[in-house]
């Protein structure tokens, strides 16, 4: 296991810069997820750690070892790719000891360790399968057995799910998860799933076109998002386009079409009276309150336990609130509120490429 530090490292494909000068430093045993869009540079963030892209700048250190230079086969890295890659006429067996076998170990120790990665990854008795006859979530643990066997210094993962559907990648999520806790490794995870970043992540960096514009753990950047990028990227949200107005006393109020929203402690913080803002409000901190905005419910969506609402003021600016069900049942004509502290400013960043 070792930390993993990002100095300045970074890539041009000819004229496409696909990340940007990137300082980033890994904890030794942290998980970190790179989340973003596609096309947002995680491939190749995570490529250069493994070895697979030479960067166009900058210097990468595995426990502080400059490795920049190396080989993917010098770095002991394990890397677990979406579509399995793995070899699909030899048996699972055979794949789990390909990584091991190259390195010429001995027979009993390969034995050895190929069982134990096996039963890490429940996967036992199936060692003499052959590739195809697996389901796909069985594939995907035999992509991060193989992975593991090696035991790697750092384990990479690039959407290592996607192909799974949603019953199966929540249950290879746990077991990734478990596995982690049971043995943590330094780990870096690439997905453009932000449920699966907080289910997983000691910490996430949020990418968007080739650069890390945040990084921090999921409540961090759920509760505190640098833009309305981020905003946008973890969980759902309500965004705000209004004028600051009445800046006193750390109160002031954004005026958005159709009503004044009041903005109290962080929120108001360092406002100036007519300055334009982007204002975030999630959709749990939206609630019925008597006096509050009249509003109409134009529309309910079923959510379980919970439902969500959208909700339309006479100006017709419009808000989400999710709530527990019961809150809205009943009249579509309600009073709408929220608590001051709830709402944030932020920096616009949707006219940013
Ligand atoms: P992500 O994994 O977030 O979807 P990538 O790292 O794959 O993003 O790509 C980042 C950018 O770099 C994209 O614009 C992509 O088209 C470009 N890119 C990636 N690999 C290559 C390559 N081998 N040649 C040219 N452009 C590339
Ligand atoms: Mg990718």
Sequence with gaps: MSDVRL????????TVQALAPTDLSIRQGEFLTLLGPSGSGKTTLLNIC???VAPSAGR???GGRDVTALPPRQRNMGMVFQNYALFPHMSVADNVAYGLKVRKLPRNEIARRCAEALHMTRLEGLGGRAIRELSGGQQQRVALARAMVIQPDILLMDEPL?????QLRKEVQLEIRRLHAARPRTTIYVTHDQE??????DRIAVMR???IVQIGTGAELYERPVDTFVARFLGESNLLAGRVETVADGRATLAVPGFAAPLAGRAAAGLRSGQPGC???RPEAVCAQPGGAPARIAERVYLGELSAVRLVFGSGQELWSRRLAGEWSGRDAVEVGWDASSISILPDASNES
């Design 60 to 62: 990468l250190f595995v």
């Design 209 to 211: 076109a080739g650069r």
């Design 7 to 14: 100095e300045g490292i970074g890539k041009a494909f000819g």
């Design 162 to 166: 996607g192909a799974l559907d949603r």
């Design 196 to 201: 699966e970043a907080l289910v997983m992540s």
């Design 50 to 52: 493994a070895g697979y």
């Design 279 to 281: 204002a975030l409000l």
